[in-house]
């Protein structure tokens, strides 16, 4: 495994054979990036070890794409050529074949900015006047097919999921001869990308490119059909899984990161560079550039082997670099622990510039993009959870990769699921999203009032783009579904849950899952019939809502004087099913001589009354006393109090609302 220093001080290796080098076993390009690098105390004190093994690929690689691109900063514009072979595994003749320009969605008649213009998208309210600049655009000037020549006349827009002709984020192409089943069919594009200023995860800010979603990228075959929707306000996206070989030409200042293995750089007589990267069990590929970026490089080591950690930090950003480290390794450590090794020899971290947060909280495979800003505070916990969260989505999008167009929740929620338990555990149950003197919050807190702004309009199992508007989709893919999975574990216990996620990956990574898939490797896990709860959590919008309708006590000889006291007493308490979620709970009644009782109730019907005759008075009755079930969505009416208000919750309601708004706005802007 030869290494070679390029001319612009990053390290790069040369691969003898890139289909000899199992992605288990990656050499780790332990890349130690010079000029303005930054190593920390860990990374130059360990010498990369090579570990090659000549293991299978990790997935069914149906694409491998080479990409050769050149970026053209003063214009914002990328000219690149694309060969895309596609394996037909679809078990069938293939004739026509769909595919992605997503680029299209940032023109003013999109199916996307019609739909930002109606109800917004993640940092971007209704109505969003969004000026030219942040128009983009992508088109394929030339497409072959080998063997059956240009076919450039045949390419045809289709709009599958609104039939808005204007929208041209989907184009497909009818062959003059079918694919035969089991062959393989190579196409040949030539494409030219216009950036958008920073926008929807995507573009620039002055000499800042985040590049994703930039290439003509084929459709999936999935379920007997092409699977190839319209780029939607509250989509994200799909594909299958290959290879990746991406050459990318940009000036010589440009410091260069990408979801791939840096290969090889050479520099031109131009100014310009052209380095090459190689990727092997990802489905997709982006990239980013700069300048003026910080890199710093850290490593870690897990069950699979080293992974060597990229960090590009911008201006003024350096005092996150340690969180951001601190949170991926910690982020890393507890996935390989509780659901399941991370296979990739790299991760890369990209923290956007100032004015570029669009481009922020974002995972492609093997690189995400973060955010912080300059005045960052220890107690707010941006760096830390946004790295958190897109680093998990390596495991549920990269790897397990479902459908995010049709099941998003089993990404941004089981990711969001997942984060809060990692979140807790590196910052405290209760400190991991806010932690000041003055205000707290855990993430599990932040996640439940997400969902409950607008809890009952849509279930998880809508597709993302059919929910009702941006705050239920956010709401409820994230929130509902991480709030919903916190509840479940209450009820089968933290160890069966662990080894459900576990089970879960293990069982389906690389291979497009469905939301039945999941659930029922939770009722596998826990050899228990979870389908009253899926049912109503997963596939319903049923709101969960149990109350204290009243506790009293009254004299069971009330019509005889005050006198010679007035034991003994009946005492009444009665709970009411405010929602129509129907979901078993426990009332805990105390006495006023120190005596309790709980009550365990199936919570069918719409209410019940428990009726005590003895001694003592009621004092208080509480449902749930032990907090198992956080879908609920009004706590204060779980608790009644005799006598006068012990809810003292209620003292820190103003500085909860201000929490829960920031907090809030974090979540949606995280994706
Ligand atoms: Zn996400």
């Not at 840096?262 to 090459?276: A, E």
């Amino acid at each position: 495994m030869a290494r070679r220093r390029a001319a612009n001080g990053q390290k790069v290796r040369t691969i003898r054979n890139s289909l000899a080098l199992a992605l288990t076993s990656a050499v780790l390009a332990g890349s130690s990036f010079a000029g303005r690098g930054v190593n920390s105390s860990q990374a130059t004190a360990k010498s990369t070890t090579a570990a090659v093994s000549l293991a299978k690929p990790l997935s069914t690689r149906v694409v491998a794409y080479q990409i050769e691109a050149t970026l053209i900063p003063r214009e914002h514009r990328i000219k690149a050529s694309e060969t895309l072979d596609y394996k037909n595994l679809t078990g069938r003749p293939q004739q026509t074949f769909p595919f992605h320009l997503y680029l299209n969605a940032f023109q003013p008649q999109s199916t996307f900015m019609t739909e930002v213009r109606l109800y917004g998208t993640r940092g971007n309210g209704p109505g969003t006047p969004w000026a030219p600049r942040h128009f983009g655009s992508i088109t394929v000037t030339k497409f072959e097919v080998e063997g059956q020549g240009d076919l450039t006349g045949k390419m045809e827009f289709i709009q599958p999921d609104d039939h808005n002709r204007e929208d041209h984020t989907v184009f497909q192409v009818t062959l003059p001869k079918p694919i035969p089943a089991g062959a393989s069919v190579v196409f040949h594009m030539d494409f030219e990308d216009v950036m958008p200023e920073v926008v929807e995860r995507t573009g620039y800010t002055r000499d800042f490119y985040m590049v994703g979603q930039w290439f003509p990228k084929v459709g999936v075959w999935w379920k007997n059909q092409w699977n190839c929707h319209q780029f939607h306000a509250t989509t994200e996206f799909f594909a299958d899984f290959g290879t990746f070989d991406v050459k990318l030409t940009v000036p010589q200042d440009d410091f260069v990161g990408a979801g791939g293995d840096l290969i090889t750089s050479q520099n031109h007589s131009d100014g310009t560079k052209t380095l090459t990267f190689h990727s092997e069990d990802v489905h997709d590929f982006s990239w980013t550039a700069s300048p003026h970026y910080t890199l710093v490089e850290d490593s870690w080591n897990g069950s699979a082997g080293r992974v060597a950690i990229h960090l590009f930090m911008s201006p003024g950003n350096m005092s996150s670099a340690p969180r951001y480290l601190r949170a991926t390794k910690g982020t890393l450590s507890l996935y390989d622990q509780w659901v399941g090794p991370y296979p990739y020899d790299r991760i890369t971290i990209v923290d956007p510039p100032h004015g570029a947060l669009d481009a922020g909280g974002m995972e492609y495979p093997t690189l995400i993009t973060a955010g912080t800003t300059w005045w960052m505070p220890k107690g707010l916990r941006v760096p830390e959870v946004v790295v958190c969260h897109e680093f998990g989505h390596q495991y549920w999008y990269g790897m397990v990769a479902t459908n995010e167009f049709e099941e998003a929740w089993l990404d941004e929620g089981i990711n969001s699921y997942m984060e809060v338990k990692i979140m807790a555990a590196l910052y405290g149950r209760d400190t991991s999203m806010l932690d000041f003197p003055f205000a707290q919050e855990g993430d599990a807190e932040a996640q439940r009032t997400s969902y409950l702004e607008i809890p009952a309009y849509d279930p998880l199992t809508r597709f993302a783009w059919q929910f009702f508007d941006d705050e239920s989709y956010g709401g409820v893919t994230y929130g509902k579904t991480a709030t919903m999975l916190l509840t479940l574990e209450k009820m089968i216990g933290e160890d069966k849950m662990r080894q459900a996620m576990h089970e879960y990956f293990m069982r389906y990574r690389f291979t497009h899952p469905t939301g039945e898939d999941f659930l029922k490797t939770l009722e596998d896990v826990t050899g228990q019939d979870l389908r009253w709860y899926f049912d109503q959590a997963a596939y319903g919008t049923n709101i969960l809502d149990y109350e204290i309708a009243d506790a009293h006590s009254d004299p069971v000889r009330w019509y005889q004087p005050v006198s010679g006291g007035r034991k003994p007493y009946r005492s009444y308490v009665t709970v009411h099913r405010e929602g129509d979620f129907v979901f078993p709970v426990d009332v805990r009644v105390k006495f006023d001589d120190g005596s309790s009782t709980v009550e365990h109730w199936d919570g069918r019907d719409r209410w019940v009354r428990y009726t005590y005759e003895q001694g003592a008075q009621v004092e208080t009755a509480e449902i749930d006393p032990d907090q198992k079930i956080v879908l609920d969505r009004n706590f204060f009416n779980n608790s009644y109090a005799v006598h006068g208000d012990d809810r003292a919750t209620h003292k820190l309601l103003n500085i909860w609302v201000f929490a829960n708004e920031w907090i809030s706005a974090l979540i949606a802007w995280i994706t």
